[in-house]
């Protein structure tokens, strides 16, 4: 009969485990040491890149800025009286910062009924397919990481109204991203070999 006290300690090792599998990566400025760190996500990343398109590093380089690569960050709540937690000042959540309006039409329009903002399958799933619907309904490139995330952020409409040619502190952003994806493209080249080959059963040219 297996003791009580074995199944508490094996319990505490499970979860301390799946807490490193999504602790953020240290290196957020190398797409190579991400995926060092978090392999599975190169897998998810090529999934996602496959099925709507949008490039890995763009893919990366949007969930750095929404998330830094945190499953569970929301925005602060504001403040009432400077001290007083009130409302959030909206229902983004997760690695992609989607809220809860976008997350539903993309549950809707995928049938994927189960996807979790905290899960980072989803979450880059999340990304391509919105990407893919820029493409369609804006003409957007799914390689132009400036454009697309001003549209991830302003929304479709919002980015067809063109506030954002305004607004200079999203515009600062939105190269910051462009920036970051552009980096990690070069940085996958190096070193992607690596990762689509990894496993024992894996070997060229069936790996990708």
Known sequence: MEKPGFTVILLAAVLLVSGCATRPPQQQDNLCRIFEQQPRWYDYAVASERHWGTPIAVQMAFVQQESSFRARVRPERNRILGFIPGRRPSSARGYAQAQDPAWQDYQQATGNRRARRSNMADALDFIGWYNDVSHRRLGL???????????YHDGHTGFQRGGW?????????????DQRATTYTRQLQGCEDRFRCRRWYQFWPFCR
């Open 141 to 151: 490139a799914k390689n132009d990481a400036y454009h697309l995330y001003l549209a």
């Open 165 to 177: 040619r305004n607004n200079r502190q999203l515009q600062s952003i939105a190269s910051r991203v």
